[in-house]
């Protein structure tokens, strides 16, 4: 068994990925909502090809929106978790956040944070990026 119990899939696309990536998500969403967050959406896509995804859509106390990525990885090597949050994957996640912001007259306070669960265990990292 891996991290917290849940086995770290091999890079690929197949269902156990997605079962071991819906399973490090719940494991950061309740760290998320004991330090007081409260869930808006999981997994929001933009429609079409080309776009991005944003795996948890938070919300703290005071107003800020919170768009979360997860990211788990069985061993430490190439930085962890943290480390694979490359420029390209986050143009993504800006991307769909203005999406799901455009909806909005008036857009809160946002920031970017990753979860990375690792052999170091499970790390939150605030404010990780910008939207710049």
Not at 8 to 16: C, I, S
Not at 20 to 47: C, V
Not at 100 to 120: K, M, N, T
Request: with cysteine; charged share 25%; aromatic share 6%.
């Amino acid at each position: 068994m891996g991290i917290f119990g849940v086995k770290a899939a091999p890079a690929g696309g197949n269902r156990n990925n997605k079962h071991a990536g819906d399973a490090f998500e719940d494991i950061a969403l309740r760290h998320l909502q004991h330090a007081g967050l409260r869930l808006e959406t999981r997994n929001y896509r933009t429609p079409g090809r080309g776009g991005g995804e944003i795996d948890l859509v938070m919300r703290e106390p005071d107003g800020t929106l919170v768009f979360v990525e997860v990211r788990a990885r069985s061993g430490l090597t190439h930085g962890g978790a943290a480390a694979s949050v490359g420029a390209g994957k986050q143009r993504r996640i800006v991307f769909a956040a203005r999406h799901y912001l455009s909806r909005s007259r008036s857009p809160p306070p946002c920031r970017f944070d990753v979860v990375a669960i690792d052999g170091h265990g499970l790390t939150w990292l605030r404010a990780a990026f910008d939207a710049a």
